[in-house]
Protein backbone atom coordinates (compact mmCIF):
# COMPACT_ATOMS: atom_id res chain seq x y z
CA UNK A 1 0.00 0.00 0.00
CA UNK A 2 1.12 3.60 -0.96
CA UNK A 3 0.23 5.76 2.31
CA UNK A 4 1.83 8.96 2.25
CA UNK A 5 1.59 11.82 5.59
CA UNK A 6 1.92 14.95 6.39
CA UNK A 7 5.64 15.53 6.14
CA UNK A 8 6.14 13.84 3.02
CA UNK A 9 3.34 16.27 1.22
CA UNK A 10 4.62 19.69 -0.36
CA UNK A 11 1.94 22.43 0.80
CA UNK A 12 2.90 24.65 -2.42
CA UNK A 13 0.88 23.51 -5.40
CA UNK A 14 -2.50 25.55 -3.61
CA UNK A 15 0.34 28.44 -1.83
CA UNK A 16 -1.43 31.69 -3.52
CA UNK A 17 -4.22 29.55 -5.05
CA UNK A 18 -8.01 30.18 -5.51
CA UNK A 19 -10.02 26.26 -4.69
CA UNK A 20 -13.57 26.71 -6.12
CA UNK A 21 -16.02 24.09 -4.19
CA UNK A 22 -18.79 23.49 -6.14
CA UNK A 23 -21.81 22.16 -3.47
CA UNK A 24 -22.35 23.14 0.20
CA UNK A 25 -23.82 19.68 1.22
CA UNK A 26 -21.98 16.78 2.76
CA UNK A 27 -18.56 17.28 1.60
CA UNK A 28 -18.82 20.56 0.55
CA UNK A 29 -19.28 22.12 3.75
CA UNK A 30 -16.97 20.18 5.58
CA UNK A 31 -13.92 20.49 2.71
CA UNK A 32 -14.51 24.16 2.44
CA UNK A 33 -14.69 24.96 5.84
CA UNK A 34 -11.31 22.47 6.14
CA UNK A 35 -9.79 24.68 3.72
CA UNK A 36 -10.53 27.44 5.04
CA UNK A 37 -8.80 26.82 8.28
CA UNK A 38 -5.69 25.81 6.58
CA UNK A 39 -5.30 28.84 4.76
CA UNK A 40 -6.40 28.40 1.62
CA UNK A 41 -8.88 31.42 -0.40
CA UNK A 42 -11.98 29.41 -0.69
CA UNK A 43 -14.96 30.26 -2.90
CA UNK A 44 -18.08 28.19 -2.83
CA UNK A 45 -20.00 28.03 -5.92
CA UNK A 46 -23.78 27.45 -5.94
CA UNK A 47 -26.54 27.22 -8.45
CA UNK A 48 -29.13 29.97 -9.45
CA UNK A 49 -31.60 30.51 -6.46
CA UNK A 50 -29.77 27.90 -3.85
CA UNK A 51 -31.10 28.98 -0.63
CA UNK A 52 -28.12 27.36 0.88
CA UNK A 53 -26.04 30.67 0.22
CA UNK A 54 -26.59 32.63 3.71
CA UNK A 55 -25.49 30.12 5.32
CA UNK A 56 -22.07 29.87 3.70
CA UNK A 57 -21.91 33.63 4.09
CA UNK A 58 -22.76 33.25 7.81
CA UNK A 59 -19.74 30.80 8.37
CA UNK A 60 -17.41 33.92 7.04
CA UNK A 61 -17.04 32.04 3.14
CA UNK A 62 -17.08 33.85 -0.13
CA UNK A 63 -20.20 32.55 -2.45
CA UNK A 64 -20.70 33.03 -6.54
CA UNK A 65 -22.23 31.64 -9.23
CA UNK A 66 -21.09 28.28 -10.46
CA UNK A 67 -19.91 30.51 -13.64
CA UNK A 68 -18.04 32.98 -11.66
CA UNK A 69 -16.64 30.77 -8.88
CA UNK A 70 -14.95 28.49 -11.21
CA UNK A 71 -13.99 31.17 -13.50
CA UNK A 72 -11.78 32.54 -10.44
CA UNK A 73 -10.54 29.85 -9.32
CA UNK A 74 -7.64 27.46 -10.48
CA UNK A 75 -8.56 24.27 -8.49
CA UNK A 76 -12.61 23.45 -8.89
CA UNK A 77 -13.63 20.45 -7.10
CA UNK A 78 -17.13 19.00 -7.81
CA UNK A 79 -19.35 18.51 -4.36
CA UNK A 80 -22.91 17.74 -5.98
CA UNK A 81 -24.65 14.26 -6.10
CA UNK A 82 -22.49 11.99 -8.86
CA UNK A 83 -26.05 12.10 -10.63
CA UNK A 84 -25.74 15.98 -11.54
CA UNK A 85 -22.35 16.41 -12.22
CA UNK A 86 -22.27 15.72 -15.84
CA UNK A 87 -24.92 18.58 -16.07
CA UNK A 88 -23.61 20.81 -13.82
CA UNK A 89 -20.19 19.75 -15.87
CA UNK A 90 -21.88 21.14 -19.01
CA UNK A 91 -22.51 24.45 -17.59
CA UNK A 92 -18.93 24.64 -15.67
CA UNK A 93 -16.64 23.74 -18.19
CA UNK A 94 -16.62 27.19 -20.42
CA UNK A 95 -15.44 28.88 -17.37
CA UNK A 96 -12.87 26.73 -16.10
CA UNK A 97 -9.66 28.50 -16.31
CA UNK A 98 -6.86 26.76 -19.42
CA UNK A 99 -4.98 24.42 -16.82
CA UNK A 100 -7.38 24.39 -13.96
CA UNK A 101 -7.41 21.33 -11.65
CA UNK A 102 -11.09 19.30 -11.33
CA UNK A 103 -11.08 17.46 -8.31
CA UNK A 104 -13.32 14.77 -7.55
CA UNK A 105 -14.52 12.82 -3.71
CA UNK A 106 -16.21 9.86 -6.15
CA UNK A 107 -14.42 8.14 -9.37
CA UNK A 108 -17.64 7.28 -10.63
CA UNK A 109 -18.49 10.58 -12.86
CA UNK A 110 -15.02 10.21 -14.62
CA UNK A 111 -15.17 6.31 -14.26
CA UNK A 112 -18.52 5.85 -16.19
CA UNK A 113 -17.73 8.76 -18.45
CA UNK A 114 -20.56 11.17 -17.49
CA UNK A 115 -17.70 13.76 -17.67
CA UNK A 116 -15.03 13.88 -20.36
CA UNK A 117 -12.98 16.34 -18.96
CA UNK A 118 -11.54 19.32 -21.45
CA UNK A 119 -8.11 17.96 -22.26
CA UNK A 120 -6.09 20.77 -20.49
CA UNK A 121 -7.37 20.23 -17.46
CA UNK A 122 -5.50 18.31 -14.75
CA UNK A 123 -7.97 15.43 -13.27
CA UNK A 124 -7.91 14.59 -9.57
CA UNK A 125 -9.70 12.23 -6.88
CA UNK A 126 -9.31 12.82 -3.19
CA UNK A 127 -11.70 10.85 -1.77
CA UNK A 128 -12.34 11.01 2.16
CA UNK A 129 -13.59 7.44 3.57
CA UNK A 130 -16.27 8.51 5.50
CA UNK A 131 -19.01 11.32 5.75
CA UNK A 132 -18.48 15.39 5.92
CA UNK A 133 -19.46 15.85 9.72
CA UNK A 134 -16.72 13.13 10.46
CA UNK A 135 -13.97 15.06 8.41
CA UNK A 136 -15.03 18.10 9.86
CA UNK A 137 -14.99 16.91 13.12
CA UNK A 138 -11.69 15.19 12.65
CA UNK A 139 -9.70 18.16 11.58
CA UNK A 140 -11.20 20.01 14.55
CA UNK A 141 -9.52 17.87 16.76
CA UNK A 142 -6.59 18.46 15.28
CA UNK A 143 -6.61 14.94 13.49
CA UNK A 144 -7.65 13.72 9.99
CA UNK A 145 -9.84 11.11 8.23
CA UNK A 146 -7.85 8.62 5.58
CA UNK A 147 -8.37 9.60 2.12
CA UNK A 148 -7.51 7.89 -1.14
CA UNK A 149 -6.08 9.90 -3.67
CA UNK A 150 -5.82 9.07 -7.29
CA UNK A 151 -4.92 11.28 -10.84
CA UNK A 152 -7.03 10.70 -14.17
CA UNK A 153 -5.57 13.53 -16.69
CA UNK A 154 -2.42 15.10 -15.97
CA UNK A 155 -1.93 17.94 -18.41
CA UNK A 156 0.60 20.15 -16.39
CA UNK A 157 2.40 17.31 -14.82
CA UNK A 158 1.47 18.45 -11.42
CA UNK A 159 -1.41 16.92 -11.09
CA UNK A 160 -0.32 14.15 -8.21
CA UNK A 161 0.88 17.01 -5.77
CA UNK A 162 -1.63 19.21 -6.32
CA UNK A 163 -3.74 16.08 -5.05
CA UNK A 164 -1.56 15.55 -2.57
CA UNK A 165 -1.71 19.18 -1.35
CA UNK A 166 -5.21 19.01 -1.52
CA UNK A 167 -5.75 16.18 1.09
CA UNK A 168 -3.46 17.94 3.25
CA UNK A 169 -5.02 20.63 3.71
CA UNK A 170 -8.29 18.98 4.23
CA UNK A 171 -6.92 17.34 7.20
CA UNK A 172 -6.10 13.60 5.60
CA UNK A 173 -2.65 14.02 5.65
CA UNK A 174 -2.90 13.78 9.50
CA UNK A 175 -4.44 10.22 9.03
CA UNK A 176 -2.63 9.03 5.34
CA UNK A 177 -3.70 9.59 1.98
CA UNK A 178 -3.25 6.43 -0.29
CA UNK A 179 -2.84 5.81 -3.49
CA UNK A 180 -6.09 4.38 -5.56
CA UNK A 181 -7.52 5.10 -9.33
CA UNK A 182 -10.79 6.40 -10.01
CA UNK A 183 -11.83 2.39 -10.82
CA UNK A 184 -10.63 1.17 -7.65
CA UNK A 185 -12.30 3.82 -5.66
CA UNK A 186 -15.78 3.72 -6.97
CA UNK A 187 -15.88 -0.07 -7.69
CA UNK A 188 -15.29 -0.54 -3.85
CA UNK A 189 -17.15 2.34 -2.75
CA UNK A 190 -20.35 1.59 -4.97
CA UNK A 191 -19.98 -2.12 -3.88
CA UNK A 192 -19.71 -1.80 -0.26
CA UNK A 193 -22.59 0.54 -0.52
CA UNK A 194 -24.76 -2.07 -1.77
CA UNK A 195 -23.31 -5.22 -0.51
CA UNK A 196 -22.08 -4.47 2.65
CA UNK A 197 -22.05 -1.99 5.14
CA UNK A 198 -25.17 0.30 3.69
CA UNK A 199 -27.35 -1.92 1.79
CA UNK A 200 -26.73 -5.79 3.42
CA UNK A 201 -26.27 -4.63 7.61
CA UNK A 202 -29.41 -3.08 7.47
CA UNK A 203 -31.00 -6.03 5.86
CA UNK A 204 -29.89 -8.17 8.21
CA UNK A 205 -30.90 -5.90 11.07
CA UNK A 206 -34.69 -5.66 9.28
CA UNK A 207 -35.02 -9.36 9.06
CA UNK A 208 -33.46 -10.07 12.38
CA UNK A 209 -35.59 -7.71 14.11
CA UNK A 210 -38.90 -9.58 11.78
CA UNK A 211 -38.10 -12.97 12.61
CA UNK A 212 -38.01 -12.35 16.51
CA UNK A 213 -41.24 -10.39 15.81
CA UNK A 214 -42.49 -13.06 13.98
CA UNK A 215 -42.00 -15.63 16.78
CA UNK A 216 -43.54 -13.70 19.40
CA UNK A 217 -41.11 -11.39 21.10
CA UNK A 218 -42.00 -7.97 21.77
CA UNK A 219 -40.79 -5.30 18.93
CA UNK A 220 -38.94 -3.43 21.30
CA UNK A 221 -36.61 -6.01 23.14
CA UNK A 222 -36.45 -7.37 19.27
CA UNK A 223 -35.04 -3.76 18.39
CA UNK A 224 -32.65 -3.73 20.86
CA UNK A 225 -31.00 -6.59 20.38
CA UNK A 226 -30.78 -6.66 16.69
CA UNK A 227 -30.72 -3.17 15.71
CA UNK A 228 -29.71 -1.31 19.10
CA UNK A 229 -26.36 -3.68 19.93
CA UNK A 230 -24.70 -2.55 16.40
CA UNK A 231 -23.21 0.70 17.56
CA UNK A 232 -21.16 -1.64 20.31
CA UNK A 233 -20.10 -3.92 17.62
CA UNK A 234 -18.69 -1.26 15.79
CA UNK A 235 -16.93 0.40 18.30
CA UNK A 236 -15.68 -3.04 19.50
CA UNK A 237 -14.38 -3.40 15.38
CA UNK A 238 -13.17 -0.09 15.50
CA UNK A 239 -10.85 -0.34 18.07
CA UNK A 240 -9.73 -3.76 18.30
CA UNK A 241 -10.49 -5.03 14.88
CA UNK A 242 -12.89 -7.92 13.99
CA UNK A 243 -10.64 -10.78 15.95
CA UNK A 244 -10.56 -8.27 19.03
CA UNK A 245 -14.11 -7.92 18.71
CA UNK A 246 -15.00 -11.51 19.21
CA UNK A 247 -12.56 -11.54 21.85
CA UNK A 248 -14.21 -8.72 23.93
CA UNK A 249 -17.66 -10.86 24.42
CA UNK A 250 -19.10 -13.21 26.25
CA UNK A 251 -18.07 -16.88 25.11
CA UNK A 252 -21.71 -17.37 25.38
CA UNK A 253 -22.01 -14.91 22.31
CA UNK A 254 -18.77 -15.86 20.61
CA UNK A 255 -20.12 -19.67 20.14
CA UNK A 256 -23.45 -18.01 19.10
CA UNK A 257 -21.70 -15.99 16.38
CA UNK A 258 -18.89 -18.48 15.41
CA UNK A 259 -22.31 -21.38 14.64
CA UNK A 260 -24.71 -19.15 13.49
CA UNK A 261 -22.81 -16.19 11.46
CA UNK A 262 -21.68 -18.67 8.74
CA UNK A 263 -24.94 -20.06 9.19
CA UNK A 264 -26.63 -16.67 7.40
CA UNK A 265 -23.86 -15.53 5.46
CA UNK A 266 -23.10 -18.79 3.59
CA UNK A 267 -21.67 -19.05 -0.16
CA UNK A 268 -25.00 -17.99 -1.66
CA UNK A 269 -24.40 -14.31 -0.29
CA UNK A 270 -20.83 -14.80 -1.70
CA UNK A 271 -22.32 -15.54 -5.10
CA UNK A 272 -25.04 -12.37 -4.66
CA UNK A 273 -22.15 -10.33 -3.92
CA UNK A 274 -20.12 -11.52 -6.74
CA UNK A 275 -23.17 -11.08 -9.23
CA UNK A 276 -23.75 -7.36 -7.19
CA UNK A 277 -19.70 -6.68 -8.22
CA UNK A 278 -21.07 -7.41 -11.95
CA UNK A 279 -23.20 -5.13 -11.98
CA UNK A 280 -21.24 -2.21 -10.86
CA UNK A 281 -18.16 -3.10 -13.08
CA UNK A 282 -20.31 -3.15 -16.33
CA UNK A 283 -21.95 0.50 -15.43
CA UNK A 284 -25.29 -1.36 -14.68
CA UNK A 285 -25.71 0.51 -11.63
CA UNK A 286 -24.32 4.00 -12.85
CA UNK A 287 -26.73 3.87 -15.13
CA UNK A 288 -29.64 3.34 -12.91
CA UNK A 289 -28.41 6.51 -10.88
CA UNK A 290 -27.79 8.26 -13.91
CA UNK A 291 -31.86 7.62 -14.97
CA UNK A 292 -32.84 7.60 -11.60
CA UNK A 293 -31.80 11.28 -11.56
CA UNK A 294 -33.73 11.98 -15.44
CA UNK A 295 -36.80 10.57 -14.00
CA UNK A 296 -37.06 12.40 -10.65
CA UNK A 297 -36.09 10.06 -8.07
CA UNK A 298 -38.79 7.54 -7.85
CA UNK A 299 -37.50 4.63 -6.67
CA UNK A 300 -35.42 6.72 -3.69
CA UNK A 301 -38.57 8.60 -3.10
CA UNK A 302 -41.18 5.25 -2.46
CA UNK A 303 -38.20 3.57 -0.50
CA UNK A 304 -37.75 6.12 1.50
CA UNK A 305 -41.33 6.32 2.14
CA UNK A 306 -41.92 2.26 2.53
CA UNK A 307 -38.95 2.61 5.16
CA UNK A 308 -40.31 5.05 7.43
CA UNK A 309 -43.63 2.82 8.21
CA UNK A 310 -41.54 -0.42 8.75
CA UNK A 311 -42.85 -1.95 11.73
CA UNK A 312 -38.78 -1.58 12.64
CA UNK A 313 -39.05 1.97 12.89
CA UNK A 314 -42.23 2.01 15.01
CA UNK A 315 -40.40 -0.11 17.57
CA UNK A 316 -38.08 2.46 17.59
CA UNK A 317 -40.08 5.46 18.26
CA UNK A 318 -41.66 3.61 21.09
CA UNK A 319 -38.57 3.06 22.61
CA UNK A 320 -37.43 7.10 22.09
CA UNK A 321 -40.86 8.00 23.91
N1 LIG B 1 -21.81 12.13 1.63
C1 LIG B 1 -20.69 11.48 1.96
O1 LIG B 1 -20.55 11.03 3.09
C2 LIG B 1 -19.57 11.31 0.97
C3 LIG B 1 -18.40 10.65 1.38
C4 LIG B 1 -17.32 10.56 0.49
C5 LIG B 1 -17.47 11.06 -0.80
N2 LIG B 1 -18.65 11.64 -1.19
C6 LIG B 1 -18.75 12.21 -2.54
O2 LIG B 1 -18.75 13.63 -2.41
C7 LIG B 1 -19.51 14.19 -3.47
C8 LIG B 1 -20.59 15.09 -2.89
O3 LIG B 1 -21.47 14.27 -2.15
P1 LIG B 1 -22.36 14.89 -0.98
O4 LIG B 1 -23.01 13.74 -0.28
O5 LIG B 1 -21.55 15.87 -0.20
O6 LIG B 1 -23.44 15.69 -1.84
P2 LIG B 1 -24.72 16.46 -1.31
O7 LIG B 1 -24.62 16.69 0.16
O8 LIG B 1 -25.95 15.78 -1.80
O9 LIG B 1 -24.56 17.85 -2.10
C9 LIG B 1 -25.45 18.87 -1.87
C10 LIG B 1 -24.96 20.12 -2.57
O10 LIG B 1 -25.02 19.92 -3.98
C11 LIG B 1 -25.77 20.97 -4.55
N3 LIG B 1 -26.49 20.49 -5.73
C12 LIG B 1 -27.36 19.45 -5.79
N4 LIG B 1 -27.81 19.30 -7.05
C13 LIG B 1 -27.23 20.29 -7.77
C14 LIG B 1 -27.34 20.68 -9.13
N5 LIG B 1 -28.10 19.99 -10.01
N6 LIG B 1 -26.62 21.75 -9.55
C15 LIG B 1 -25.83 22.44 -8.69
N7 LIG B 1 -25.69 22.12 -7.37
C16 LIG B 1 -26.40 21.06 -6.93
C17 LIG B 1 -26.73 21.41 -3.47
O11 LIG B 1 -27.14 22.72 -3.78
P3 LIG B 1 -28.14 23.56 -2.81
O12 LIG B 1 -27.28 23.96 -1.66
O13 LIG B 1 -28.57 24.69 -3.66
O14 LIG B 1 -29.25 22.60 -2.44
C18 LIG B 1 -25.84 21.29 -2.23
O15 LIG B 1 -25.06 22.48 -2.03
C19 LIG B 1 -20.05 13.01 -4.27
O16 LIG B 1 -19.15 12.74 -5.32
C20 LIG B 1 -20.04 11.88 -3.27
O17 LIG B 1 -19.98 10.59 -3.85
C21 LIG B 1 -19.69 11.80 -0.31
Known amino acids: ?24 GNQGRAQSLNLHDSGIDVVVGLRDGSTT ?3 VQAVGLATASLGDAVASAELVMLLIPDETMAGVYGQIEPHLRPGAALGFSHGLAIHFKFIKPRSDL ?28 AVAQD ?34 DLFNEGAVVWGAV ?37 ARGIAGMREAISNT ?8 GPQVIGDDVRTAMRALLATVRDGSF ?22 RGLAVEAARLKLED
Open 53 to 55: AAE
Open 155 to 188: SSGNARATALAYGQAIGSGRAGLIASSFAEECEA
Open 253 to 260: AELGALIG
Open 1 to 24: MDRIFDPDIDPAPLIGKRVAIIGY
Open 286 to 307: ARALSDEEASGYPLLRAARRKA
Open 202 to 238: PEVLIAGFDTLVEAGISPEVAYMECVGELKLLAGLIE
Open 122 to 149: DVFLLAPKGPGTALRSLYVAGDGMTSLW
